[in-house]
């Protein structure tokens, strides 16, 4: 079982960009994981924001695209979401998930804001 940690959130002004980061605490390997970022706002369902398989395929929600990349540092054992040109409406609870063998591990989030 993995114990995912994210972290990269914090405060940005509308336009700009971070780096999420999202690594297990055990420092396990998540090269033979599909690793995805979703996010949730307060009230709202979690959504998808983009996915990143073991095979190297990437995928994005529509929001996502030509702003937010998913990458993968194997020698870090770590999966990023660099998202730039940031919104308010981005503004969410960010969390990476690892799903193996049918199982999903879910990290506790890092929270975005985006705001003037």
């Known amino acids: 079982q993995l114990h995912l940690v994210e972290s990269g959130g914090g405060l940005v002004q509308p336009g700009g960009s971070l780096r999420l980061s999202c690594a297990d605490s055990k420092a396990t390997s998540l090269s033979f994981y599909t690793v995805k970022w979703y996010r949730q706002s307060p009230g709202e369902q979690r959504e998808l924001v983009a996915g990143?398989?073991?095979?190297?395929?990437?995928d994005y929600a529509h929001f996502a695209r030509n702003r937010f990349t998913i990458s993968r540092d194997p020698a870090k054992k770590t999966v990023y979401l660099q998202m730039d040109n940031l919104k308010p409406e981005d503004t969410a609870t960010y969390y990476c998930?690892?799903?193996?063998?049918?199982?999903?591990?879910w990290g506790q989030g890092t929270q975005v804001t985006v705001s003037p």
């Open positions: 998930s690892a799903v193996s063998g049918g199982f999903t591990n």
């Open positions: 990143s398989g073991s095979g190297g395929s990437t």
